[in-house]
């Protein structure tokens, strides 16, 4: 749909069935997880990339390129400024936080879209939303190393990138193979680099 600073006088739910995909999901992010606010535009971001990944119909709308800060989308950036301007997000600092309408809405959403695809989101969003900008990017960088070749970043990363797989494992942010990933080392290799560094590896 077009832009909903025109529907700001409907309720919650004639309003979320106005909405378009990538709205309602953008709502659901700051919805999910108990409500947590988004960290900022870098997060909102990262965290609904790996949403698309999971959402192809989502991933269609978005169009995620590679940019200078990893996989970005300008549709996502669009959308989440129309539901700022429309009073359903608002910026608390660089969070992103729900409006109490926009709450009512994401809770129609919420019902709409089912557990499954909520918790998805959460999940995401519990995985990112408390990184470091630079764990962020690695994550991304790493796991989806398309999205690497327009960036700024990945220079500063790379040095580090056994130090923060080290960390996302211990935080069990991530297991042993993706954590591994991050790292630039094989399993095995990382299993030693792991204890080297005093971090106990139990085995399944």
Wanted: with cysteine; hydrophobic share 45%.
């Amino acid at each position: 749909m077009s832009g909903l600073t025109t529907l700001g006088c409907m309720d919650a739910e004639t309003l979320s069935k106005r909405l378009s995909l990538s709205q309602r999901f953008a709502l659901l992010l700051p919805y999910a997880g108990n409500g947590q606010p988004v960290r900022g535009k870098l997060h909102f971001q990262k965290e609904m990339f790996l949403v698309a990944k999971n959402v192809p119909d989502l991933a269609d709308e978005l169009g995620y390129e590679p940019a200078l800060k990893g996989p970005m989308s300008e549709a996502l950036e669009w959308n989440v400024d129309q539901l700022e301007s429309a009073g359903l997000l608002r910026r608390d600092g660089a969070a992103y936080k729900l409006t109490d309408f926009g709450r009512r809405c994401a809770e129609q959403v919420a019902r709409e879209v089912g557990p499954q695809l909520l918790e998805l989101i959460g999940d995401m969003k519990e995985l990112l939303n408390d990184l470091s900008k630079d764990e962020l990017l690695a994550v991304v960088y790493f796991l989806y190393p398309e999205m690497t070749v327009e960036s700024e970043e990945i220079a500063g990363i790379l040095p580090k990138r056994r130090g923060i797989a080290l960390r996302l494992f211990v935080r069990e942010k991530l297991g042993l193979e993706r954590a591994a990933i991050i790292a630039g080392l094989p399993p095995v290799e990382f299993v030693s680099y792991l204890k080297s560094q005093g971090v106990a590896v139990h085995s399944e």
